[in-house]
């Protein structure tokens, strides 16, 4: 056992991001300090166009976090008592939670086996008189089924919400995550692919609309100063985030670009194991927020990577209809057997654009071995 060897591989590593662009970023928040200007103001508005640009998309408005970009998009979309909002079973919790924040109630549908993403036909089922849209989730950076989504989005005249809080940068057909959706929500979390040293979101979409409607909910619903005509609330983005965001999204390419050599390399490496590898279906861009593995044994695989030092997770170990504040719905245990197959089996490994050659063959090495000694 070398040294490195004798150290932790860690699941994430957002300060050796920060690290890498440390003396940038404390020179910028020296100097938005220094400016007086703290709430969101230039660099707020600087960084919207920036990613505007990046995104491909007409506008963007930053927020709080990716849990008010859902809020208010939901809120901008209409959604209000009575309503219901079709959202996958297995997810991050603020998928589903802020649909019952704005009063409205969560329709939970199964995903599909292969991409751990929304059924599209499993939403068609369970679309009622009372649906006014479906979240769809990009779930660890693969979006999920846009195009179809989309059509039956339109063939019902619901909204489609866009959860890409995992997947800035992901594509279907060459086209951005994001740009499907009448509304689409971005987390800039400090684990996320793109992210602040503390939180932050953004909201975009097709819907100029209703991206107009954030953009004022976030300021308490402000037409000019002191005159409102929503009821909105505070969710401006610090300057010192955004500032450190626009820093940050001059390497997104770059980093998207390290996490897929990184996932393409275990992918090669573990094809012919007895697991599940990520699946991306053709035309698809998958920008590995995670890499998630499913195996029967996984709780085996977790023992052995611990007592290896290769840090992992799960995400998610309960399907969201299933946790304590939702049994008031009522589900039953048996209702989505996907989402309840991959609570589980799945398991999340190291996969960051700053992890050493030497990490990511232990990584590739230690699974292998896992399997191979099994024999
Ligand atoms: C799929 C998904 N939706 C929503 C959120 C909420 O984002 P935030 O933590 O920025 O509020 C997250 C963040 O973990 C997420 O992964």
Redesign the pocket.
Known sequence: MSNNDSQPVPLMAPMRAFEEQEAEILEVTSRVLKSGMWAYSIEGKALETELAEYMRADRVCVVN????A?TLSLRALGVTYGDEVITPAY??F??ASVISLVGGTPVFVDVEDRTFNIDPEAVEAAITLKTKGIIA?H?YGLPAEVQKLREIADKHGIFLLE?A??AIGAKYNGRMAGTFGDLACF???PTKNLSTCG?G?CVSGLNSEAVDKVSKLRLHGETERYHHSLLGRNSRMHEIQAAILRIKLKKLTEWTEKRQEIGGRYTDAWADLPMRVPYVPKGYEHVYHLYVIQSRDRDRLRDNLNEKMIGNGVYYPVAIPSLEVFSGLGHQPGEFPVAEKLCREVLALPVYPQMTEQEINRVEDTVLDYFGHKG
Not at 65 to 68: F, N
């Open positions: 976090s990716g849990t008010d859902l997810s991050f603020a998928s989730v779930l959860d809080c995992q987390s800039f979390y939180e979101g």
